[in-house]
């Protein structure tokens, strides 16, 4: 009867636990939504008319004259998620939801299964946390130096996807050439820089994604910078923004090791308004 009570007694506890994280999720996600201006100017080709001709083109592509230039996105996507590496990827189905406002941070809320194995959990600049079957806490880490520095690195080459908004040139983001079809934005947000270089098509539609991400994603699992990136394709308008709607990212991009642990796809992008309301 002890053990009985003592075992009950640890499934409320953790089921209380796992209840938190649902709500810390949820306050995250409002308060990413917060961060929307109410009333947004509207995009004109004027605004990058003194940028890189390849970062012109990713505007012109991706954002239609007029449109209100919301930079906080709502993202509904389902897809693989690898666990393993490129010889064993130990892929999961997954599906997530995701608000993404650069530069403020991100929530990735996910659930993922492989046969009776039930993997859920979420991923922010704050945090990482997964639960096994909802009840057992598989990984819980983040609040410290090397996860907020690789996070960024995350949702900055993210808005490149879903919301292009957020890196028109202004504060804290900056433009060059590479060469003909590729450009690099640097984004600088409270101490933190990272840049990604963006590979563009001739009418402007950016196809590939690349740059140097804090990551112990390697044998010695130390934090160091190393090749991340991946392809972007099937395009669509959501509220006048041309995004893609199929990615494939992953770690040692560009190498013999690359594993594209990432692939999803991308069923609805929203963008939400801001306060009051939110």
Known sequence: MILLGVLILAGLVLSAWRLLDHWADR??????????????????????ADLPEPARRYFLYTIEPGTPLATVARIRMAGRFGMGDKGNPNYLDFEATQVLALPSGFVWKMHARRGLMRLSGSDSQRWTRFWLMGLLPVARFGGD????RSAFGRYVTEAV??????LLPGPGVTWEVLDTDKARVTVEYRGLSQSVDIKVSASGQPVEVSFQRWSNANPEKKHRLQPFGG??????LFGGFRLPTRVEAGNHFDTDQYFPFFVADVSAVE???GPPGC
């Open 145 to 148: 130096p090397d996860h907020t």
């Open 231 to 236: 392809y972007l394709s099937e395009f669509r």
């Open 271 to 273: 963008f939400p308004h």
């Open 161 to 166: 996807f879903w919301t292009p908004a957020a």
């Open 27 to 48: 306050k995250a996600m409002r308060e990413l939504v917060g961060a929307q201006l109410a009333q947004s100017p509207v995009f004109a080709a004027e605004m990058v």
